[in-house]
């Protein structure tokens, strides 16, 4: 266990080293930098000016001098100043992946159990009236824009019922946070839920097909220890995959929600940095990004041993 910990650690930084070189390449072949910006809301900014910035924040430099010097204080901890908040990198970036892990851990949780106990029920009953409608759930679920979902959503909760906020973080209390946070979890949680129930509805169908389970029935094991031990057990093994690399996804992916309930998270720092030719900013949160699925395909790897003893970490 600790070689395969430290082979996956390795690779893990090796990824992240690769994926910073490409990122910052490409932020820096956009057209434009930030000195551009601000000779166009400057127009009596002079061109001796302009050159004389460029020097100082080291924009005159090639390309790979440049990402040189990142690394360099990036392995220090110093990830740079944010150009857009006129901030450090890491007070811009931790309160936006505070409230993404609020936002992400909610709803995947509610999509991880909701999908499981629909989609068990549609295996148990294939081709029935139940398997029917949820499959038809599922595949609207998979449909349906992220952007008219929370539209939807807003509409009928904050708008007519006038039950739920439709925007922003609240005031700080824990109960305020959490009525604010109700709609955009759950316009989380329906997103993805529907893939998720037509992979579990999949593998479980086989699942309860296989030999050792018409065994344990044979044996007159009951249907809850069939299905739950001897069925869902082995038949998470791919949908365990699915759902880490879309917790993965969430992490940064989560742009349209947050803009739409107007929530400050690492999807919309992220864009607002890219827009913003904020280098730093946006490459450190796309590097926390790329981490993250890192963190969730070691998960995945790790929970296929609990899921079934014969697979083993070598």
């Not at 090639?62 to 901890?77: I, K």
């Not at 959503?153 to 973080?169: M, R």
């Not at 979890?185 to 998720?196: D, M, P, R, Y």
């Not at 129930?197 to 169908?205: C, E, F």
Request: hydrophobic residues 55%; contains cysteine.
């Amino acid at each position: 266990m600790a070689r395969f910990l430290l082979l996956r650690t390795v690779q893990a930084l090796l990824v992240l080293l690769v994926m910073s070189f490409v990122i910052y390449g490409l932020i820096g072949l956009m057209p434009g930098d930030p000195i551009d910006l601000m000779m166009a809301s400057n127009p009596g900014m002079t061109p001796e000016a302009a050159a004389r910035l460029r020097a100082i924040y080291g924009l005159d430099q090639p390309l790979l001098l440049r990402y040189a010097r990142w690394l360099w204080d990036a392995l220090r901890g110093d990830l740079g100043f944010s150009r857009v908040h006129a901030r450090p990198v890491l007070q811009v970036l931790l309160p936006a992946l505070w409230q993404t892990c609020k936002l992400m851990l909610g709803g995947f949780t509610i999509a991880v159990l909701l999908s499981m106990l629909l989609g068990v029920l549609a295996a148990l009953r294939p081709g029935d009236w139940i398997d029917g409608a949820i499959s038809t759930v599922a595949l609207a679920g998979v449909s349906v824009p992220v952007f008219w979902l929370a539209l939807v959503l807003i509409l009928v909760f904050a708008v007519n019922l006038h039950a739920l906020p439709a925007s922003g973080v609240g005031d700080g209390t824990w109960a305020d946070t959490f009525w604010h946070m109700v709609l955009p979890v759950t316009t989380l949680a329906l997103s993805i839920i529907g893939q998720f129930v037509r992979y579990v509805r999949a593998a479980m169908v086989d699942a309860l097909r296989m030999d050792h389970v018409r065994t344990a029935r044979a044996k007159g094991a009951g249907e809850g220890r069939i299905v739950l031990i001897h069925a869902l057990r082995p038949a998470l093994i791919p949908v365990v995959t699915v759902m880490a690399l879309s917790f993965g996804g969430l992490f940064g992916g989560a742009l349209i929600t947050e803009t739409m309930f107007a929530q400050p998270g690492m999807g919309k720092m992220i864009y607002d940095a890219i827009l913003g030719n904020d280098y730093n900013l946006a490459l450190s949160g796309l590097l926390f990004a790329t981490l993250v699925t890192l963190l969730s395909n070691l998960a995945a790897d790790l929970a296929y041993g609990w899921l079934d003893p014969r697979i083993s970490v070598g």
